[in-house]
């Protein structure tokens, strides 16, 4: 291995030269593979993202407009506003009770509990709908004699979309808080509760201030997905236009009809809900950067 | 601080409030909305019984199915080892114009609705669209072909290798680095003896993340792939079409084969990091 001999330095300079030379590598090779990469990224993701906005305006900002203010694109949008309104109130909520659960105390089968918890990530979409057409179909579901009976539909109609979109976001909020609440410790809390505060006070005051910025992005991450699930709502929804038809699948109605502009300025907020997300959590993480950097600075003189 | 803990450790019991409600909502929730919708799967599957649960799963569209979604998955999950190594790389080592809008928009594959990228990228590859318009004169077809269905997985996967390889990157000394040029190491051989042994569990998990999506995957891909059965149609899709014709018992049976094969990728992932990490504190 002619490459591996050690090399005879005479002066500081040259060492200090081949140093930099083998740490850094030559000019080259940054500029050949940062183009490289670049060119990866802009035709998979930058093309895809600005051809959504040039297809939905190819035909004219007023079927823009037009397209997203139909009536049955607005039955969408409300649709998909309900299943927000309520699946992302439910699923942080118990974020929160998990994350309270399982960083807070020690107790055997977190892992397997947090498993639990990761389970509908690694399911996919189309089984998520399946699983609640086996439970709530009114001709195969294992309830289905009850709900028969009582003349409740669920699936082919918005509960179930909404089940199934609680069941998809379900780890969103949970999975930012673990981590989080895992590293912070309880000291503040306990410090709080030996002094007399209740705990519901400790939690407004000493936890939620500490968490306020992962919350808020597993919130939004919550929102997003409901906004934007496909899979398992298409399997639950029976695509019953005007009733049962979330803008994900009113995106899709509109493609398979070749109403392609109309189809891509639907899409178009969809994609606006992305960047917005994108946005939230980069504000987010350099606000839990800087939270954390403040916080170990403060620490080492007391320490 | 001393003072603080040891009056806990002497109760053995936290001072804090609300294990027993929150532990409780949390397995409740739990259970009514996972375990038990998770497990009428398998509760299907049983009622079917083993033979017929057999003759499905083997039939020869199913079989055709799990091939394409295997074997696209895979192709996708190495090229995005390969290609989001690169970006890691890049945003972690180099300095370059624009370099935090792109590492902020790394993740864009997570955020957009699944359906936004099938018809983004079937449009943008089939033969007028603005990329396949370029393969086109070659005789290369890219929407409604295997090759597609790469494209869309290769697409939401990405962000995973990156975002595993780059806190891992991150925390590699360069000290370790200077003393491997140092001892006369080429540039190239630090990178392939020492930073990659470094980064392989980093990308193993990476690879894990984004082929395990991939195989589940839908919304992007049931737009590019063109669906024909037998050859561009994913087990997801299969499932899907199965139920469209009320064949409940054979799309439970199709799912059943998707539950235990992620099951088994998740197992794997989470004893492999588990190994990982106790190889590296040792």
């Known amino acids: 291995m002619a490459g591996s001999i050690p090399i005879q330095l005479k002066t500081d300079k040259e060492a200090a030269y081949a140093k930099k030379r083998a740490v850094k590598g030559s000019k080259l090779v940054p500029i050949v593979l940062t183009t490289i990469a670049l060119l990866f990224f802009i035709l998979m993701l930058i093309i895809p993202l600005i051809s959504v906005f040039v297809k939905a305006f190819e035909q004219g900002a007023n079927l823009y407009f037009a397209s997203i203010t139909d009536p049955i694109a607005l039955k969408a949008i409300k649709l998909t506003l309900i ?77 179930g979309i909404i089940i199934a979109t609680i069941f998809v976001t379900l780890p969103f909020v949970a999975r930012e808080l673990i981590p989080l609440m895992e590293a912070q410790g309880t000291a503040e809390e306990e410090a709080a509760l030996t002094l007399g505060a209740s705990g519901w006070k400790t939690f407004w005051h000493i936890t939620l201030p500490n968490i306020k910025w992962a919350l808020l992005y597993g919130i939004m991450l919550t929102t997003a997905r409901a906004a934007g699930e496909f899979g398992a709502v298409s399997v639950v929804s029976g695509h019953i236009r005007g009733l049962t038809n979330t803008v994900p699948l009113h995106v899709e109605i509109l493609y398979n009809e070749y109403k392609f502009s109309a189809a891509f300025a639907v899409a178009s907020l969809l994609t606006l809900i992305a960047l917005v997300n994108l946005i939230v959590k980069n504000v987010a993480y350099s606000k839990m950067n800087r939270i954390h950097k403040a916080g170990e600075k403060k620490n080492v003189p007391e320490a | 601080m001393n003072i603080a803990i040891k009056p806990i450790k002497i109760k053995k019991k936290s001072v804090i409030p609300g294990f027993g409600i929150t532990m409780g909502f949390t397995l409740t929730y739990l259970t009514l909305l996972v375990l038990i919708p998770v497990s009428m799967v398998f509760l299907n599957t049983a009622k079917i019984g083993f033979k017929e649960f057999w003759e499905i799963a083997s039939s020869e569209r199913v079989l055709a199915s799990l091939k394409i979604s295997f074997s696209t998955s895979f192709l996708a999950a190495v090229i995005n080892v390969v290609f989001g190594l690169l970006l890691a790389w890049v945003l972690e080592r180099y300095d370059f114009w624009g370099k935090k809008l792109i590492d902020g928009l790394i993740d864009l594959p997570f955020a957009l609705p699944t359906a936004v990228a099938g018809i983004s990228l079937t449009t943008l590859y089939s033969k007028n669209g603005w990329i396949g318009k370029l393969f086109a004169p070659f005789g290369i077809k890219i929407s409604y072909t295997p090759l597609g269905i790469v494209v869309a997985l290769v697409f939401i996967g990405f962000p995973f290798v990156v975002r595993t390889v780059q806190p891992v990157l991150e925390s590699i000394d360069f000290e370790v680095e200077e003393a491997a040029a140092c001892l006369g190491a080429t540039r190239f051989q630090t990178f392939f003896r020492v930073i990659l042994p470094e980064l392989l569990p980093a990308l193993i998990t990476g690879f894990a993340l984004a082929f395990s999506r991939s195989l589940g995957e839908y919304g992007s891909v049931v737009f590019i792939s063109g669906n024909m059965p037998m050859k561009t149609e994913i087990t997801p899709l299969l499932i899907r079409t199965k139920l469209e014709q009320y ?36």
């Open chain 2, 247 to 282: 064949d409940y018992a054979g799309g439970t049976a199709v799912a059943a084969v998707m539950l235990i094969i992620s099951f088994l990728l998740l197992l794997m992932i989470n004893a492999f990091q588990w190994w990982a990490n106790r190889h590296k504190s040792s």
């Open chain 1, 83 to 159: 299943t927000i309104a309520i699946t992302v109130p439910i699923n942080t909520v118990f974020g929160l009770a998990a994350a309270w659960a399982i960083a807070k105390f020690k107790f055997k089968g977190k892992n397997l509990l947090i498993t639990f918890i990761d389970l509908p990530f690694s399911i996919s979409p189309v089984v998520a709908g399946l699983i609640f057409v086996l439970l709530f179909s009114t001709s195969h579901g294992l309830f289905a004699p009850l709900l028969n009976a009582l003349g409740i539909k669920i699936i082919f109609a918005p509960p």
